[in-house]
């Protein structure tokens, strides 16, 4: 097996696993509430938490945040970084009290990933519930909640949403493939 860890949340901890012995790498790092999301960087040095209203940047080695709280508005739902690890994204959805400025009901907010400064807001009429960024990280798919049922993908140049697929339903998730065609 090529992976030797494995993050995971439960009860409100995020613990780091090694799978061949089938053990914590790394003490569990507590949360005040609930974590809804948890992913590595790239390179394996960092993992990125979501809980209720707040996302967190840690050492994966450590388990010591590298910063404090980004200081998002809204719920994410959903955390990744960029294939290169130079940015990252949250799926945000309105409805913490915290959420003044988010203009619609959700977005995907980029961050940069070693500075963990504010790059983009991209707003969405309703809830965000996954982001994915495509292999080349110049696009992000955000899945998204009723009325609109669609996986949005924006060009991250522009900020503009240039493409929209239609469900019947809310969409949930939303991934590019590994080998999308030249």
């Known amino acids: 097996m090529d992976v030797e860890r494995i993050v995971a949340t439960s009860d409100g901890d995020v613990t780091t696993w090694d799978i061949a012995r089938q053990r914590p790498v790394s003490p569990a790092i507590p949360h005040a509430a609930d974590v809804t999301c948890a992913a590595f960087s790239p390179d394996g040095s960092q993992i990125v938490t979501a809980s209720d209203g707040e996302v967190r940047v840690w050492n994966a080695h450590t388990g010591q945040a590298v ?3 980004l200081d998002h508005e809204g719920i994410a739902n959903h955390i990744t970084f960029s294939p290169d690890g130079n940015l990252l994204a949250v799926a945000i959805r309105k409805g913490h009290p915290l959420s003044k400025t988010i203009e619609q009901k959700g977005a995907v907010v980029l961050w940069t990933a070693d500075t963990h ?21 110049r696009f992000v798919a955000g899945a998204t909640s009723p009325p609109e049922n669609t996986v ?3 060009d991250l140049a522009t900020g503009e949403i240039v493409r929209r697929v239609e469900h019947r339903m809310c969409v949930e998730c939303a991934e590019f493939s590994a080998d999308a065609p030249e």
């Not at 400064?117 to 990280?137: I, Q, W, Y």
């Open 152 to 154: 949005c993908l924006w």
């Open 117 to 137: 400064e504010l790059v983009k807001v991209l707003s969405h009429p309703t809830r965000v519930n996954h982001v994915a960024f495509d292999t080349d990280g």
């Open 67 to 69: 910063s404090p709280p």
